[in-house]
């Protein structure tokens, strides 16, 4: 059975500092100005999953406890766009923030807290100390039991202050759009005007009458920010119909119009189903919600929507952690039970795949790819084995980071925008429908940059778009440089043909001709609002500003061992899950490897000596945290009740190590600390 490490003494909360504050109607926060409430502190970057997640799961704690917590968002950001102050202030708004952020751009909050990844959760009480500090996502109901803890002592010690916080809402944007995700090309006769007759009969149904909107075709946009779709003329500014109430939420049947009744809850990618599986499933249009966490269906001819895969219940918190063995191996393949059973989590992109004969997911939230069919329902793992990061090969030991963008090729292969470590990755897929998974550009998880020429130094920021240009080469959103960008595998050459757009975050070839007699790309521009023609040009641009790393702090560690102690402590409520042995588990690599002379692998246990060789000077320590905790009170004879809620806790950590003589002997890291 592993131990966990506590500290016991009070450790008195340091000084919010950063460049501003959002949120707060101007003004300036301090934790003097906060005294007397619960403050929880929410360290995220916004291009980050785990982070979003967590923004979701603190919603209900922040609305039920509006009265006694403030949530301080600390942003501190992982990419070089991430600083800029812009671009943050529209994450607030995109992702419908209600409590204050700190701008952190030096990372000094940051490094004053010793938070080591994103998201970390640091719980202040009401007099001013520390008294938690949780890693990763999923801590909600171990903060549920712990903030009214919090709120019963500090009542009685008077030290509790009631009353509202100081959150004051932006101005909200205005117009069509709001921060949309992806687009469709629905050809003439697919789109939900083809189903309308009319009123004189000139117009037989299913066809759109020559010269409307409608008969060049149509285009289908995520309005990801009004939780809706739009469907446009290809002038991008004639609406033909919306599908969703625009309201944020989850809920089946109509959804066309002015009197829709579905709910959708940031929807990201969409795909067009071939016309023969359309009519077999019953609906036209499949639909990545990120948010609830489930596929949904759009039936274009009498706008119903339905849900087609998925729980509602986001992945990590049912079925657990990357579940790998020694060797890193995971599970690929059919995923029992009803479809709707099935957690999944934040689909961000789908394409159809002729090869797989069924639709492929971005799992985002799990950096996996999956595929859904639509005429049996059933649920696939294709390739990733769950781990966050960048290696290749067999599907089940692959390693994606939150793969965001999805493009087929014309021999059947998945182009995948790998946004997390900025890369362009591959899905390889073989007449029988075995899936090899390579890369085109990237680096790694704290690699990034806007460098074009050969792929193999090519640099890209957090693309999450994809698609493939006529001549074979593929185009990429790279959202964080404002641009796109083209890689050419017979040339093995990445280039530039746009760029001074704000977050484009999907492109798509457009064939019909409707702004010239050039093939144009489709760009939406998701921090202008707006989807627009790009034309490709002749010759591409040759850019070059260079390769970049995160910054972040490194840690001084003596070379030789080092005693590595991840704390937990189960929330009250919950015990350990020890029945089939020791519930906790530590998976440690380094780059280079070569810096790890022992202690790597897998194996069970919060603690671990690592052996450090003194002939590297600075690396990166990669370690996997996981514990497993069940609710209810013990039975007399000590055991977990049966049938009680289990709860799985999970972070990736990467620490920049720097070695040195006089360094730490120990590294200490917090899944679920408590002071």
């Given at each position: 059975?592993?131990?966990?490490?506590?500290?016991?003494?009070?450790?008195?909360?340091?000084?919010?500092?950063?460049?501003?504050?959002?949120?707060?109607?101007?003004?300036?926060?301090?934790?003097?100005?906060?005294?007397?409430?619960?403050?929880?502190?929410?360290?995220?970057?916004?291009?980050?999953?785990?982070?979003?997640?967590?923004?979701?799961?603190?919603?209900?704690?922040?609305?039920?406890?509006?009265?006694?917590?403030?949530?301080?968002?600390?942003?501190?950001?992982?990419?070089?766009?991430?600083?800029?102050?812009?671009?943050?202030?529209?994450?607030v708004e995109r992702y419908e923030i209600?409590?204050?952020?700190?701008?952190?751009?030096?990372?000094?909050?940051?490094?004053?807290?010793?938070?080591?990844?994103?998201?970390?959760?640091?719980?202040?009480?009401?007099?001013?100390?520390?008294?938690?500090?949780?890693?990763?996502?999923?801590?909600?109901?171990?903060?549920?039991?712990?903030?009214?803890?919090?709120?019963?002592?500090?009542?009685?010690?008077?030290?509790?202050?009631?009353?509202?916080?100081?959150?004051?809402?932006?101005?909200?944007?205005?117009?069509?759009?709001?921060?949309?995700?992806?687009?469709?090309?629905?050809?003439?006769?697919?789109?939900?005007?083809?189903?309308?007759?009319?009123?004189?009969?000139?117009?037989?149904?299913?066809?759109?009458?020559?010269?409307?909107?409608?008969?060049?075709?149509?285009?289908?946009?995520?309005?990801?920010?009004?939780?809706?779709?739009?469907?446009?003329?290809?002038?991008?500014?004639?609406?033909?119909?919306?599908?969703?109430?625009?309201?944020?939420?989850?809920?089946?049947?109509?959804?066309?119009?002015?009197?829709?009744?579905?709910?959708?809850?940031?929807?990201?990618?969409?795909?067009?189903?071939?016309?023969?599986?359309?009519?077999?499933?019953?609906?036209?249009?499949?639909?990545?919600?990120?948010?609830?966490?489930?596929?949904?269906?759009?039936?274009?001819?009498?706008?119903?929507?339905?849900?087609?895969?998925?729980?509602?219940?986001?992945?990590?918190?049912?079925?657990?952690?990357?579940?790998?063995?020694?060797?890193?191996?995971?599970?690929?393949?059919?995923?029992?039970?009803?479809?709707?059973?099935?957690?999944?989590?934040?689909?961000?992109?789908?394409?159809?795949?002729?090869?797989?004969?069924?639709?492929?997911?971005?799992?985002?939230?799990?950096?996996?790819?999956?595929?859904?069919?639509?005429?049996?329902?059933?649920?696939?793992?294709?390739?990733?084995?769950?781990?966050?990061?960048?290696?290749?090969?067999?599907?089940?030991e692959a390693w994606f980071a939150q793969?965001?963008?999805?493009?087929?090729?014309?021999?059947?292969?998945?182009?995948?925008?790998?946004?997390?470590?900025?890369?362009?990755?591959?899905?390889?897929?073989?007449?029988?429908?075995?899936?090899?998974?390579?890369?085109?550009?990237?680096?790694?998880?704290?690699?990034?940059?806007?460098?074009?020429?050969?792929?193999?130094?090519?640099?890209?920021?957090?693309?999450?778009?994809?698609?493939?240009?006529?001549?074979?080469?593929?185009?990429?959103?790279?959202?964080?440089?404002?641009?796109?960008?083209?890689?050419?595998?017979?040339?093995?050459?990445?280039?530039?043909?746009?760029?001074?757009?704000?977050?484009?975050?999907?492109?798509?070839?457009?064939?019909?001709?409707?702004?010239?007699?050039?093939?144009?790309?489709?760009?939406?521009?998701?921090?202008?609002?707006?989807?627009?023609?790009?034309?490709?040009?002749?010759?591409?641009?040759?850019?070059?500003e260079g390769a970049v790393q995160t910054?972040?702090?490194?840690?001084?560690?003596?070379?030789?061992?080092?005693?590595?102690?991840?704390?937990?402590?189960?929330?009250?409520?919950?015990?350990?899950?020890?029945?089939?042995?020791?519930?906790?588990?530590?998976?440690?690599?380094?780059?280079?490897?070569?810096?790890?002379?022992?202690?790597?692998?897998?194996?069970?246990?919060?603690?671990?000596?690592?052996?450090?060789?003194?002939?590297?000077?600075?690396?990166?320590?990669?370690?996997?945290?996981?514990?497993?905790?069940?609710?209810?009170?013990?039975?007399?004879?000590?055991?977990?009740?049966?049938?009680?809620?289990?709860?799985?806790?999970?972070?990736?950590?990467?620490?920049?190590?720097?070695?040195?003589?006089?360094?730490?002997?120990?590294?200490?890291?917090?899944?679920?600390?408590?002071?």
């Open positions: 059975m592993s131990e966990t490490v506590r500290t016991h003494a009070r450790v008195r909360a340091s000084e919010l500092v950063g460049r501003n504050w959002l949120n707060t109607g101007g003004k300036s926060l301090d934790l003097e100005a906060l005294r007397g409430k619960i403050v929880l502190l929410d360290f995220w970057t916004f291009c980050c999953i785990n982070c979003l997640h967590v923004l979701d799961e603190l919603r209900p704690l922040e609305e039920q406890y509006s009265d006694v917590l403030v949530t301080v968002g600390v942003h501190s950001p992982k990419f070089e766009h991430e600083a800029d102050p812009v671009a943050l202030a529209a994450a209600h409590h204050p952020v700190l701008d952190d751009p030096e990372l000094e909050t940051w490094k004053a807290y010793t938070a080591r990844a994103w998201p970390t959760l640091v719980v202040i009480d009401p007099e001013g100390y520390i008294v938690a500090h949780l890693s990763g996502e999923g801590h909600a109901d171990g903060l549920a039991v712990l903030i009214p803890e919090l709120i019963a002592q500090h009542e009685a010690k008077g030290t509790l202050h009631r009353g509202s916080g100081p959150y004051v809402a932006p101005e909200p944007t205005s117009g069509t759009l709001r921060f949309p995700g992806k687009a469709l090309f629905l050809p003439p006769g697919r789109g939900s005007t083809a189903s309308e007759g009319t009123s004189d009969g000139g117009t037989a149904a299913g066809a759109a009458a020559a010269g409307s909107p409608a008969s060049k075709g149509s285009w289908l946009v995520t309005d990801t920010g009004h939780h809706r779709l739009v469907e446009l003329a290809t002038d991008f500014h004639t609406v033909l119909g919306t599908f969703g109430s625009g309201s944020r939420g989850y809920s089946d049947g109509p959804a066309a119009g002015d009197t829709a009744a579905a709910r959708f809850n940031e929807p990201q990618g969409l795909v067009l189903l071939p016309e023969d599986v359309a009519a077999k499933a019953g609906y036209d249009v499949v639909i990545a919600d990120s948010v609830n966490h489930r596929l949904r269906g759009l039936s274009l001819a009498d706008g119903k929507a339905s849900t087609l895969a998925g729980s509602g219940v986001q992945r990590l918190l049912e079925a657990g952690p990357a579940r790998v063995d020694e060797d890193a191996a995971g599970f690929t393949g059919e995923l029992g039970g009803h479809p709707l059973d099935v957690a999944l989590s934040s689909p961000w992109d789908v394409v159809w795949s002729r090869k797989l004969n069924a639709v492929v997911i971005a799992m985002a939230g799990t950096h996996q790819i999956f595929s859904f069919d639509p005429i049996t329902g059933s649920v696939a793992i294709v390739a990733g084995n769950g781990l966050e990061g960048l290696l290749d090969g067999a599907p089940h793969p965001s963008g999805l493009a087929e090729d014309a021999d059947g292969n998945i182009w995948v925008a790998d946004s997390e470590t900025s890369a362009l990755r591959k899905l390889v897929i073989d007449d029988d429908g075995s899936v090899t998974v390579e890369s085109a550009i990237g680096k790694g998880l704290f690699d990034f940059g806007f460098r074009d020429g050969p792929a193999a130094e090519a640099r890209l920021q957090h693309p999450l778009g994809v698609t493939v240009l006529p001549d074979g080469s593929v185009a990429i959103a790279d959202t964080y440089n404002g641009a796109v960008r083209r890689y050419d595998p017979a040339s093995g050459t990445v280039s530039t043909l746009a760029r001074g757009l704000l977050e484009p975050s999907d492109v798509i070839v457009d064939h019909t001709h409707s702004a010239g007699s050039e093939p144009l790309l489709v760009v939406v521009e998701a921090n202008k609002h707006q989807v627009v023609f790009v034309p490709i040009p002749k010759e591409a641009q040759q850019v070059d910054h972040r702090p490194k840690s001084p560690v003596a070379p030789g061992p080092v005693e590595l102690a991840v704390r937990f402590t189960a929330p009250t409520g919950q015990k350990l899950d020890d029945r089939w042995g020791d519930p906790t588990q530590l998976k440690i690599s380094s780059t280079p490897p070569e810096l790890l002379v022992s202690g790597g692998g897998t194996s069970v246990g919060l603690l671990r000596t690592l052996e450090l060789s003194p002939e590297v000077a600075e690396g990166v320590l990669h370690i996997t945290a996981r514990a497993a905790a069940c609710d209810g009170p013990e039975t007399e004879d000590g055991e977990i009740p049966d049938h009680a809620a289990c709860h799985l806790y999970q972070q990736d950590w990467g620490i920049p190590v720097v070695l040195q003589r006089d360094g730490d002997r120990e590294l200490v890291l917090d899944l679920r600390g408590m002071d």
